[in-house]
Structures are given as C-alpha cells and as structure tokens.
C-alpha cells in the first residue's frame, strides 16, 4: 500500500503516540488526516500544524453512536490507525475492584473492535486499504504489575488476527504494531530501555508500505519477541517478578 496521497484516521491523535502519527502521516504525504480524540480542542496544536490536511474529528471508541458519527463523516478513509488506548497499573488480584480491568478492556479492545467493524466496509469500498492496531509486546507475556492492560491488548492481538483473516478477502492489510516500552507519559513509572513514540509511527507506516502484518518497534521489543520463541516460560518468569506495587 501507497501511504502517499491516503486517507487516514488516527484515533488517540492527541496522545503522545497518536500526536508522532499525525505528524509522520503528514511528512509521508497522506492526502488528508482525520485526527480523533474525545474533546477535539485537545487537538489545536496538532491541527495547527497543518489545518489544510489535518481535520480534528470528536472520537470516543467506547462509545457506538461516536464512531457511527465518525464512520459517517470520514467515508474516504483509507488507512485506520487503532492508537487510542489506556493503561492503569493494576494487578488482578491486588486492584480493589474489576473497574480498571473493564476500562481498559473498554478502550484498548472494545474501542478497537468497533473502529475496526464499522470501517471495514468503508475500507473495502475506497479498495482495500489498510488497519493499523497499536498494541504492545506485554501482548505476548503478561507483566504483573500491569497485568490487565497486557490481557486487553493480549485480547486485541487475538482480534487483529482474527480480523486480518475475515477481511483479507477484500484485500484490506491488518497490522499488529508491538512496541516495548514507549517514551510517553505512560510509561514514567517503567525503567529503560524506552522506545520513541516517533520510531513507532515510523516502523508502523514502513509495515503499510512494505505490507509485513507484525511489527516490533525498539530493541525491546525485539529482544522479546527472540525470547518468546526461544525461552517463552523464562521470559514469563522474568515478567513475573515485576509485582504490582
């Protein structure tokens, strides 16, 4: 797929990775940029770099009749970029109720689910197109002191496979993006190595270009993923020693 002369949706544009695809969409030449977030004033200073091409759009993936909406108004969409997301640092057991672990599963896998059902046929109808999930490497192995996070975004790797295979019929490309750990706001509480939020866009759009369905941002991320394959229950006990506060 051709990212030049493109139309994209970002969701979670105003967010620190959400912020670096605008702006790599951008630099690659895309045609026009639907920029998503829940209060769209949060997008002034994203949108001021380019007003002409990027459209700020009132998204909240968790809520239905806000993605009709955004379906409805951004019908020439032709790369979907599922970056909104969150992440609340809880244990399983050690959270005092299941209110974080229904949130997170809310945005992180629910809210991309409905993004990715309602453009699916937009998609199919502008040719094909593509999706683009950002999920994480804790995908693949739960850290404990995170440990609902990494089971939304487990649950959403398992749906971006299952997706891939339902539209790959009408040539639409399903991307799982699966950084370390990103150099955000998010991730103060966690020690290096921290991958940028601008490599990840940009190692996010090369998949597109190059069309390669698995992408891990960062030499954590693929370290990990050589140690999945490798020693996956030493790395898991690894991961478990990082308890929740």
């Known amino acids: 797929m051709q990212i030049k002369g493109a139309v994209a949706l970002v969701t979670g544009a105003n967010g620190g990775i959400g912020q670096n695809y605008v702006e790599a969409l951008r630099n690659e030449g895309v045609e026009r940029i639907y920029a998503g977030a829940r209060n769209p004033d949060s997008l002034s200073k994203i949108v001021a770099i380019d007003s002409q091409r990027i459209i700020p759009i009132q998204l909240d993936v968790t809520d239905e009749q806000s993605v009709k909406a955004a379906a409805n108004k951004c019908s020439d969409v032709t790369l979907l970029i599922n970056n909104a997301g969150i992440g609340l640092l809880k244990g399983f057991i050690s959270a005092t109720d299941l209110s974080s672990a229904r ?23 502008n040719g094909g197109g593509a999706i683009v999930n950002m999920l994480t490497i804790l995908a693949k192995v739960n850290l404990p002191m995170n440990a609902s996070y990494c089971a939304s975004k487990a649950a959403t790797l398992s749906m971006t ?3 891939r295979a339902e539209l790959a019929a009408q040539g639409t490309l399903v991307i799982g993006v699966m950084p370390g750990t990103v150099d955000t706001g998010m991730s103060q509480a966690f020690p290096p190595p921290k991958v940028s939020p601008a490599e990840v866009a940009k190692a996010a759009l090369q998949a597109v270009i190059d069309e390669i369905e698995d992408v891990y941002p960062g030499e954590q991320a693929t370290q990990m993923a050589a140690q999945l ?16 506060m």
């Open 103 to 125: 949130a997170e599963m809310e945005v992180n896998y629910f809210g991309a689910l409905s993004m990715c059902r309602e453009f699916a046929p937009i998609l199919k109808a």
């Open 161 to 163: 496979q299952a997706i």
């Open 229 to 244: 394959l490798e020693d996956p229950k030493g790395l898991e006990r690894l991961m478990g020693k990082m308890l929740p």
